[in-house]
C-alpha cells in the first residue's frame, strides 16, 4: 500500500539529509531564505544536494528570488522551485527559464485565501498551502502555525496541492485522512529547537505518514 509522499524541509546537515532520506522521504527541502533559522547558502548547500539520491527531490526555498540567486541554487544541483512572495508572471518566467517543476507556496487562513492561492498558481506544478504568518511574522512559512484544514474539505483546489504548516508526529495523520493532499511537508515539527533537526523525530514523522 503507497503512502502519501512528504517532504523533509530546512536541511542543513549530513546526518539529518542521511536521515531524511533514509526515512523514505520523497523530497528533501532547502531554505535559501537569509533571515530563516534553516537558511543555507547555496555554496554550503551543493555538497548536502549532492548527497540526495537520484530518485529524491532536492527542493529549493527561494522567497521573492533574484535571478542571481535562483541561477545560484540551479547550479547547485536543486530540481524542483518552491516559490513564496511571486507573481504568477514571475512564476511563469522561472519554471519556462530553468526547465524545472515549480511549487507555489501560499499561506492560507480562510477559504477565500484558497481561492485566491489557486487563482494566481498559474502553470505551477503543485500548489503548497501553508498557514499564513502573522502580520508581524519575519518568515512567510515555517513558524510551526497550522491552519484549519476543514477549509480544504469544503473547497477544495481543483489541482494538485501540498499541506504544510504545522504539521507533527501526532496530527499528520489526521491530516492525511481528513484532506488527502499530494504530499505532506514538515520543517519545524520534527526538530529540537529553531531550526535543529531531530533524526528520531524525523523516523517518527515518516512512520506517522505510513501509518496514516
Request: net charge neutral; with cysteine; glycine share 8%.
Amino acid at each position: 500500500m503507497s503512502h502519501t509522499p512528504f517532504k523533509i524541509c530546512g536541511v542543513k546537515t549530513h546526518d539529518v539529509l542521511d536521515a531524511s532520506v533514509a526515512s523514505g522521504a520523497a523530497h528533501i527541502g532547502f531554505n535559501f531564505f537569509a533571515p530563516s533559522p534553516r537558511y543555507v547558502d547555496p555554496a554550503q548547500a551543493a555538497p548536502l544536494i549532492a548527497r540526495v539520491p537520484a530518485n529524491v527531490g532536492r527542493v529549493a526555498v527561494l522567497v521573492a528570488p533574484d535571478d542571481a540567486l535562483v541561477a545560484a541554487v540551479v547550479a547547485a544541483g536543486i530540481s524542483i522551485l518552491q516559490l513564496h512572495d511571486v507573481t504568477p508572471q514571475r512564476l511563469a518566467e522561472l519554471k519556462s527559464r530553468h526547465n524545472l517543476p515549480v511549487w507555489l507556496a501560499a499561506g492560507v487562513r480562510t477559504r477565500a485565501d484558497i481561492a485566491a492561492a489557486e487563482r494566481h498558481a498559474g502553470p505551477a506544478d503543485l500548489l503548497l498551502l501553508d498557514a499564513k504568518a502573522p502580520n508581524d511574522a519575519p518568515l512567510p512559512g515555517g513558524n510551526g502555525l497550522a491552519f484549519d484544514w476543514r477549509l480544504l474539505v469544503e473547497g477544495r483546489p481543483r489541482r494538485a496541492f501540498g499541506l504544510a504548516g504545522g504539521l507533527r508526529i501526532d496530527t499528520v495523520a489526521d491530516a492525511i485522512q481528513t484532506v488527502a493532499p499530494a504530499l505532506v511537508d514538515v520543517a519545524s515539527g520534527v526538530e529540537e529547537g529553531a531550526g535543529v533537526k531531530s533524526v528520531n523525530k524525523i523516523m517518527a514523522f515518516a512512520n506517522a505518514v505510513r501509518a496514516a
